[in-house]
């Protein structure tokens, strides 16, 4: 049986250790919030004009990056940090719930570790997914924190935006499930106004049309559908990439290329496990052809789940608290820092008077017994 001091010497070594940790969770909380309010202005990620400046062309071949359903997970930032250290891409399109849940913190999160931590060194355009945008006001979420089209587009850009680079044209096409026909009447507008000449086509879309491969269920079909596909074969588009099911699926229709990529994040364990996997796709573009690298993340750590989810739980539950009253995370750290310290101490002082009182009590049972000292 443990001696009481030794039960207490553990008690003060426990406490101290908790509040350490306690200590070095709010020193990364402060970091993350200094990260928060460092966003810069004038950032690359969205649909806006400057972002479109900011392309560099050099002519063909180039390439650019395609990665679906991120969700904000370490998965694809770990996927987008490796397809920018082996090559050098034009810019990126996301395909849609690059976020968790339509709250205006999680997209501020989005935003702080795509310009802060990930800074991929080129443009990154955004189709807006299911996840991003609540278009049916939800009951459990508060009017200030709810991202409407209207405040999504203040934060990104338009959901329906084109460009011209290097000659190819690239369609965004955001689907409005309110307003089904808008992002056919755009698509209609930018093939009509832009498509003459270009060497090549490529449009993203979220949603995968229904029937594409018996495993990918679409959980809202794409509006519109037959004239959706009449637009792609009559302008003669290369390419359509969709997001929403999260794995991987290519196939054809009427010499268009339909690419189904949503392995950015958080793959499900209901979906079989054909494209099962973590990913993002390279496309280069030469005089005749594109084609199409995948990038695979073989397998996701613990501890990028865990950081993940630390991350965001600080973002959408405690930073929306303290608002910027950032000296109390401070306090925080301060507070816990100086309890683990001084339990340390108590600890090794309480270390210090057992050994003490059993040295004196060792040293009077030997005088005792034997009648001198030893």
């Known amino acids: 049986m443990r001696p009481r001091s030794t039960k207490k010497r ?5 406490l101290g250790l908790l509040f350490l940790i306690i200590a070095g969770l709010a020193w990364l909380t402060v970091g993350f919030h200094q990260d928060y309010k460092s966003i810069p202005s004038d950032h690359l990620v969205g649909n806006k004009a400057h972002s479109v400046e900011a392309l560099k062309e050099k002519g063909l071949p180039f390439s650019f990056l395609v990665i679906g359903d991120p969700t904000g997970s370490e998965a694809a930032e770990t996927l987008i940090e490796t397809s920018v250290v082996n090559g050098a891409p034009a810019f990126m399109v996301i395909l849609g719930d690059f976020v968790k849940k339509p709250d205006i913190w999680n997209h501020r999160f989005f935003l702080t570790e795509m310009t802060t931590e990930i800074k991929p060194p080129f443009p990154v355009f955004l189709v807006a997914g299911n996840h991003d945008i609540d278009y049916f006001r939800s009951k459990r979420r508060s009017d200030e924190r709810r991202v409407t089209p209207e405040v ?3 934060l990104y850009g338009p959901r329906n935006f084109d460009f011209v680079f290097n000659n190819c044209l690239f369609i ?3 689907v409005d499930p309110v307003k089904p026909a ?9 093939l009509f106004r832009k498509s003459s000449g270009k060497k090549h086509i490529f449009v993203f879309v979220h949603y995968p049309p229904k029937g594409l491969a018996r495993h990918i269920p679409g959980s809202m079909p794409i509006p519109h559908e037959e004239e959706f596909f009449t637009l792609l074969e009559t302008f003669k588009v290369t390419t359509c990439f969709f997001g929403d099911y999260h794995g991987y699926w290519r196939g054809q229709r009427k010499g268009v290329n339909l690419i189904v990529s949503g392995g950015g994040g958080r793959l499900k364990h ?3 496990a054909w494209g099962k996997f973590h990913h993002i796709i390279r496309v280069t573009v030469r ?11 073989n397998k996701e750590t613990g501890f990028m789940h865990l950081e993940d989810t630390f991350e965001s739980i600080v973002f959408t539950e405690f930073f929306p608290i303290i608002e910027d009253r950032v000296w109390v995370l401070y306090s925080s750290f301060l507070l816990f820092s100086i309890l683990g310290i001084s339990s340390f101490i108590l600890s ?7 050994q ?3 040295n004196e009590t060792g040293s009077e049972k030997i005088y005792n017994e034997g009648g001198r000292w030893i």
Do not use: H, M, T
């Not at 005089?287 to 990038?295: A, K, P, R």
């Not at 090794?348 to 057992?354: A, D, H, I």
């Open 10 to 14: 553990l008690l003060w070594f426990s």
């Open 152 to 154: 999504y587009e203040s």
């Open 172 to 174: 965004i096409c955001g």
């Open 182 to 190: 808008d992002f056919i009447s755009s698509l209609r507008d930018a």
């Open 270 to 272: 209901s979906q079989p």
């Open 287 to 297: 005089e005749n052809e594109v084609s199409e690298d995948l990038i695979v993340l």
């Open 348 to 354: 090794l002082r309480k270390k210090s008077l057992g």
């Open 356 to 358: 003490r009182v059993n």
